[in-house]
């Protein structure tokens, strides 16, 4: 059967500067069926803004000492609009179609095909991938497809399906060659995340899907991380 870690957690009122006792309950399942489900839950006493997420980083192509590179990785986001960012990767308010760029993932392109594309401004600003994508969705909190990556050695494949609005694309830009365990060191790019969440900076852009949760309601997330192999 399923196996699941519960982790509960209460941020004091006006820690980190958020206003309101905020109680976060995320669960952990891992399913028969190669499923990491992550389910959210959180409550407030006063007023204030939220957005979990989960910074997982994801090598598909096996650890080592270095990791391999993960961009001969093929990747698909299920997104027609990303959100571009300034020189420092703050969202300018701009949601921009993928059409003729690098971000277009509609159809699977291999990471590094694009990633240093020396005429694309975006690429530049966030040192390669560093992008929230606005995730196509039938209605506002369906849990739905997001993303799919395939390492092409192994045919290890991960899919991403989430009830958020957005998904934060990162290619580990910055990563420097730091250890990890089993003697694992993790060099520049060797490694993918695909953060669900409502877009970055929220609380400044009037027109971005509100983050704003009062007493009373109750935030829920949902996340999935379904693995497989293809031949």
């Known amino acids: 059967g399923a196996q699941t870690l519960v982790l509960r957690y209460v941020s004091s009122y006006y820690e980190e500067g958020f206003p309101g006792e905020l109680t976060m309950t995320v669960r952990y399942t891992w399913t028969d069926e190669n499923e990491l489900v992550i ?90 991938y560093d992008h929230c994508f606005v995730l196509n969705k039938k209605e506002v909190g369906e849990l739905s497809f997001a993303a799919k990556i395939k390492e092409p050695v192994s045919g290890r494949t991960m899919e991403v399906y989430t009830t958020e609005p957005g998904m934060q694309f990162y290619s580990d830009n910055w990563a420097n060659g730091f250890p990890g365990y089993h003697g694992a060191t993790f060099g520049r790019r060797s490694a993918l995340c695909f953060e669900a969440q409502h877009f970055p900076d929220s609380p400044n852009k009037p027109h971005f899907p509100s983050v704003v949760l009062n007493p009373g309601e109750v935030y829920t997330q949902k996340t999935v991380y379904k693995f497989g192999v293809e031949a």
Request: net charge negative; proline share 8%; aromatic share 8%.
């Open 39 to 128: 389910d959210y839950r959180g409550t407030t006493n006063k007023k204030t803004v939220v957005n979990m997420t989960s910074h997982g980083f994801f090598s598909l192509q096996g650890l080592g000492n270095p990791t391999p590179t993960a961009m001969d990785t093929a990747c698909e986001i299920n997104a027609d609009f990303y959100i571009p960012i300034d020189e420092t990767c703050i969202p300018t308010g701009e949601v921009r179609k993928v059409e003729g760029t690098p971000f277009d993932f509609r159809t699977p392109h291999v990471v590094g095909e694009r990633i240093d594309d020396p005429k694309d401004e975006q690429i530049k600003n966030g040192a390669g």
